[in-house]
Nanobody, 118 residues
Framework: QVQLVESGGGLVQAGGSLRLSCAAS????????MGWYRQVPGKQRELVAT???????NYAASVKGRFTISRDNAKSTLYLQMNSLKPEDTAVYYCNANYVTHRFYDYWGQGTQVTVSS
């Protein structure tokens, strides 16, 4: 079955950096559009960054210029490099994989906690 396993979260001071990874299995990774989303308690999950199967990227305005999304199709792994972290970046970060053909395939990881202290 499809598995998305995030890692790399943790506690960091404001201004610091973290790199999140999402290891995918059970799917043809290169065919999927991939993304990072985040959620804080009591709020809706929000888009952080996406990268299409063709390599096109998109970022939320709040992270543009600080975060970089990338993918390694040979390793079936998605990354999120997060620099200049702010306390408002504190959230659970989720990996997403989706693919549309005659149906919509949509998978989520279990999430990894990122906490930025001021």
């Amino acid at each position: 079955q499809v598995q998305l396993v995030e890692s790399g979260g943790g506690l960091v001071q404001a201004g610091g950096s973290l790199r999140l990874s999402c290891a995918a299995s059970g799917l043809t990774f290169s065919s999927y559009d991939m993304g990072w989303y985040r959620q804080v308690p009591g709020k809706q999950r929000e888009l952080v960054a996406t990268v299409t199967s063709g390599g096109s990227t998109n970022y939320a305005a709040s992270v543009k210029g600080r975060f970089t999304i990338s993918r390694d199709n040979a390793k079936s792994t998605l990354y999120l490099q997060m620099n200049s972290l702010k306390p408002e970046d504190t959230a659970v970060y989720y990996c997403n994989a989706n693919y549309v053909t005659h149906r919509f395939y949509d998978y989520w990881g279990q999430g990894t906690q990122v906490t930025v202290s001021s």
